[in-house]
């Protein structure tokens, strides 16, 4: 008979103390292990957002609010920048900057208004439909359509602001053109739209039925050789359609128009450098340059992350001095069990050799176990940890 014999038969009998024993172990272990392999990935998720948009403008303010509202459609209550201050941007030259308009959302993604060229320059595939061509058509990320369970020519409404200011903002109902491909980014849950349909939404444009030939006295105030008097009793249409697109007008000079923030998607550092003087000479736009702000961020997360590992090393400390104990005490109940094992042959050697085991493949299992717990952990979170934490 074996010591590895005799340790299997004693932590087999004894299952419950070793399964705790093991449990105690392996919790201790796991937060430091899951940190290790999360983090990692979650500061690589950052910098190659950061990277792929190196300058940011918006409106004075946080500048972490700023990146975090450009890079990831995070909300802000910042005032809006001017859709003429992107245009003076590319009247500078600067073809690669994009703008948002990010203050809208349907079932809880946001409603990104952009431009064409922003598929362009972030290389975007689609998976199926095609890109957005007119107002009222929209473009979902992956996991929208995932989640959602919508496919091209479907439809999705826009969600008011506010419950208690319904008309304030027109729900639109936005047929879906076009699918993107997964890239892991936040472009993944997010649905495009062109400018000109956040426009809508925000009551700047409408479309409304032609009362001009209508003799319906509800819709009717006035005729006179100035036209037609409409009544409050013609709303604005919440749906595109062929039939309705011409009527869609907006009020006001579209350079007054509303936007959230521009990004320049544009890696060569000399435009970075000139396209961030052109926008400090306008006092209404900050210039942020993103992965400075990401290091500041990735910084504080390591901070957190060390208080998390210092935290567990105080449990884990606790967890062995309680194992110890543990074990102590079942060195002291198998005094009998000892003695007899020397009277039978066996050398005080032997004794000391099956304790030594049984800590040793209680704490190989620990280990093994946290190690695949944690593995499993990071492969199911790291993907949208980095959303998380943002």
């Not at 792929?52 to 459609?73: D, M, N, R, W």
């Not at 998976?127 to 107002?135: N, S, V, Y």
Request: proline share 4%; aromatic share 10%.
């Amino acid at each position: 008979m074996t010591a590895w014999t005799l340790v299997r038969a004693h932590l087999t009998f004894h299952w419950r103390r070793t399964t705790v024993l093991i449990g105690c172990l392996w919790i201790g272990c796991l937060v430091p292990l899951v940190l290790s392999q999360v983090m990692p990935e979650v500061q690589k998720q950052l910098q190659r957002r950061a990277n792929e948009t190196p300058v940011v403008f918006g409106s004075p303010g946080s500048s972490l609010e700023c990146v975090l509202h450009a890079l990831y459609f995070r909300p802000t209550q910042a005032p809006p920048l001017l859709y003429g201050d992107w245009q003076s941007l590319q009247q500078a030259g600067f073809e690669r900057c994009v703008p948002l308009h990010v203050r809208f959302s349907t079932n809880d993604y946001p409603i990104v208004g952009t431009h064409l060229e922003y598929f362009t320059y972030r290389q975007c595939q689609f998976l199926a439909g095609e890109p957005f061509g007119r107002i009222g058509d929209c473009v979902i990320g992956s996991e929208v359509a995932r989640q959602l369970e919508l496919n091209v020519g479907e439809f999705l409404i826009s969600s008011p602001r506010s419950f208690l200011s319904i008309a304030a903002d027109y729900p639109l109902q936005m047929k879906i053109v076009g699918i993107l491909q997964p890239t892991a980014s936040p472009d993944d849950r997010a649905v495009f739209v062109d400018l000109k349909t956040t426009w809508v939404i925000e009551n700047l444009g409408h479309g409304h039925q032609d009362v001009s030939q209508s003799n319906d006295p509800n819709l009717v105030l006035e005729r006179n050789e100035q036209g037609t008097v409409a009544s409050a009793a013609v709303l604005p249409f919440t749906v595109v359609t062929e039939e309705n697109l011409a009527s869609f007008h907006f009020h006001g000079e579209m350079a007054d128009f509303p936007i959230t923030a521009m990004v320049l998607l544009d890696d060569r550092q000399r435009a970075q450098d000139l396209a961030a003087g052109v926008a400090q000479k306008n006092a209404k736009v900050q210039t942020v340059f993103a992965g400075d702000v990401i290091r500041e961020l990735l910084s504080l997360l390591f901070q957190i992350q060390n208080v998390i590992v210092a935290v567990s090393i105080f449990v884990g400390v606790a967890t062995l001095m309680l194992f110890g104990l543990v074990i102590g005490l079942s060195v002291q109940i198998r005094q009998q069990e000892m003695e007899t094992l020397f009277k039978l042959g066996a050398s005080r050697g032997l004794t000391w050799t099956l304790y030594g085991l049984e800590v040793l493949v209680i704490a190989v299992v620990a280990l093994l176990l946290a190690g695949l717990i944690s593995r499993l952990i990071a492969w199911f979170v790291r993907e949208d940890l980095y959303l998380w934490f943002v």
